[in-house]
Nanobody, 128 residues
């Protein structure tokens, strides 16, 4: 069974940090671009950060540039999203998604195409 599982979400104060993990089972991430997306209540899902299959190319939404960092460890079949200097507006359910078709990380994050596989999401709440 092909599955993506996110973890690492939680409640954090403004200015704090969290690291999200996305682990794949049932398939290898070696050939997939991976994206992190988020959806806040009443808002559309948006791309936060995307990384290509080798980790050589990344994309960040303007709202998270300089604060978030995406990385992958293909040996562990895992992709990470390090989130620093968190703000209340970062509060959302965060999803990871995998895309095996040829695409750019920008196109993936801008949702020019909808990725093949999605995780179930992990809640991130930034509040004092």
């Amino acid at each position: 069974q092909l599955q993506l599982v996110e973890s690492g979400g939680g409640l954090v104060q403004p200015g704090g940090s969290l690291r999200l993990s996305c682990v794949a089972s049932g398939f290898t991430l070696d050939y997939s671009a991976i994206g992190w997306f988020r959806q806040a209540p009443g808002k559309e899902r948006e791309g936060v950060s995307c990384i290509n299959h080798s980790g050589s190319t990344t994309y960040y939404a303007d709202s998270v540039k300089g604060r978030f960092a995406v990385a992958r460890d293909n040996a562990k079949n895992t992709v990470y999203l390090q989130m620093n200097s968190l703000k209340p507006e970062d509060t959302a359910v965060y999803y990871c998604a995998a895309e095996g078709r040829r695409t750019t990380v920008q196109a993936m994050c801008l949702m020019d195409l909808i990725p093949d596989y999605w995780g179930q999401g992990t809640q991130v709440t930034v509040s004092s």
